[in-house]
């Protein structure tokens, strides 16, 4: 980092990160380039983005408190399994060659992009009880994807929140807001979980991540209030689309 010049261009990197983010997109896309742009080395530019990452917990939770009230079961349920996989996901990034999955990323984020896309019609299953929830052997896609997806998660993280965020639309909650807070609570326990293992024995630059911290954190208290605002269907096709987009920038340049 080069002085004030980085340090603004990292917090501005980091609002709109926070935005973007806890609205339903995806906040790697303005975080890791911003660190790469600054100087940062792949590597460390990935573990520095996790853990100013974790900012975002407490600033969506606080935004998203209509959305989250009653939700106290779910995520008492699927927090610790976003936190185990979170954590497996950052000790395979520290013992792994860099690169190991850098050619299936992109099929992934592109998977549950459309997804999401494809929503009102997954969920239409006459399986489904009255609460919107299925049961039997689909009833099993959500523990299973939502571990495969915080492994992920702990491991690079980009796109994460666009398949958690799917994940969750047709497995559990059909409503794009609940959903998105929940996703936001998720993705905060696995990137609490992964900063604590990448900051003990991962190459985190510090001057980094307290200003793109800072801006992640002011950013993430506004994004749920635009997801409350926005159609379903709006927002519903801009993750998509912003999703689309990471995966093809993924697929020419994986950087790893």
């Known amino acids: 980092m080069n002085g004030l010049e980085d340090i603004a261009l990292l917090a501005a990197a980091g609002l709109l990160a926070g935005v973007v983010g806890s609205a339903g997109g995806i906040t790697s896309l303005l975080s890791y380039p911003a660190l790469l742009a600054v100087g940062l080395p792949a590597l460390s530019a990935n573990v520095t983005n996790l853990v100013a990452g974790v900012a975002c917990w407490p600033g969506a939770a606080l935004a998203s408190q209509p959305e989250l009230a009653g939700q106290g ?9 976003s936190a185990v996989g979170g954590a497996l996901g950052s000790v395979l990034l520290l013992s792994t060659p860099p690169g190991t999955f850098a050619r299936v990323v992109p099929f992934l984020v592109a998977a549950g992009s459309l997804a999401l896309v494809a929503q009102p019609w997954l969920v239409r299953d006459p399986a489904k009880d009255q609460r919107g929830r299925t049961s ?97 269907a709006v927002l519903r096709w801009l993750v998509a689309l912003v999703g689309i987009g990471l995966a093809v920038q993924l697929w020419i340049n994986p950087g790893e």
């Open 73 to 81: 079961r779910s995520l008492r349920r699927w927090v610790p399994m």
């Open 136 to 232: 039997g052997a689909r009833g099993a896609v959500l523990p299973l994807g939502l571990m495969a997806v915080s492994v992920y998660g702990g491991y690079f993280g980009a796109g994460s929140g666009v398949m958690t965020l799917a994940l969750l639309l047709i497995t559990a909650e059909p409503h794009m807001a609940t959903a998105n807070a929940l996703k936001n609570m998720l993705i905060g326990a696995l990137a609490l979980v992964s900063a604590l293992v990448v900051a003990a024995f991962g190459p985190v630059d510090w001057t980094a991540v307290l200003p793109l911290g800072l801006g992640m954190f002011t950013g993430s208290t506004l994004g749920p209030r635009i997801a409350r605002r926005l159609p379903a």
